[in-house]
C-alpha cells in the first residue's frame, strides 16, 4: 500500500470476510478484527479505493471515509437475514440472488449491482 501511495496508484482489495454488515457477522471475531486492524490501514492510504468481499449472502454497501465497502451477495444458496444496524451501510439488498457489472476505465470504476431478476438495486462510481 504505501509503495502504491508513493505511485499514485488505485488499489482495490478484494477477501473473503466483510469488516462491515448488517448480519449476525457484525458480532463475529473475524469482522470484529477486520474493523479493529485491516479498517484503519485501507483507511491510512488514499489509493485505496474499494474492498470487495463475500461470504455473506445478501447484498450490501458501505462507506466509511470516502472507502467503498462492497459485499457482493449471494449468486446463490441461502441468504442471510438482517440482524443488525450497519452505520456505515448505504444499500442493502436482502432475499436476493445479485450480480454487479464493473466498467473500468483509467479515470473510474463503475459499478451497477441487478437482483436475479435483473431488477437494478444500486450504482455508484470509484473515481480514480
Given amino acids: ?11 482495490i482489495v478484494s477477501m473473503h470476510h466483510s469488516p462491515f454488515s448488517s448480519s449476525m ?7 470484529k ?8 490501514t485501507l ?10 468481499s463475500g461470504h455473506l449472502h445478501m447484498y450490501e454497501r458501505s462507506e466509511k471515509n ?7 451477495g449471494p449468486s ?23 450480480f454487479s457489472i464493473f466498467k473500468v476505465t483509467d479515470k473510474q470504476i463503475e ?7 435483473k431488477e437494478m438495486i444500486d450504482h455508484f462510481v470509484v473515481k480514480l
Fill in 1 to 11: 500500500l504505501e509503495e502504491n501511495q508513493k505511485k499514485n496508484k488505485p488499489v
Fill in 25 to 31: 457477522e457484525w458480532v463475529r471475531e473475524i469482522p
Fill in 33 to 40: 478484527r477486520l474493523r479493529a486492524d485491516l479498517v484503519p
Fill in 43 to 52: 483507511e491510512k492510504y488514499s489509493c485505496v479505493k474499494m474492498m470487495i
Fill in 66 to 72: 470516502n472507502l467503498q465497502y462492497l459485499v457482493a
Fill in 76 to 98: 446463490g444458496g441461502i441468504i442471510n437475514y438482517i440482524t443488525y444496524k450497519n452505520p456505515y451501510q448505504v444499500t442493502i439488498k436482502p432475499f436476493s440472488t445479485t
Fill in 111 to 117: 459499478v451497477t449491482t441487478f437482483t436475479g431478476l
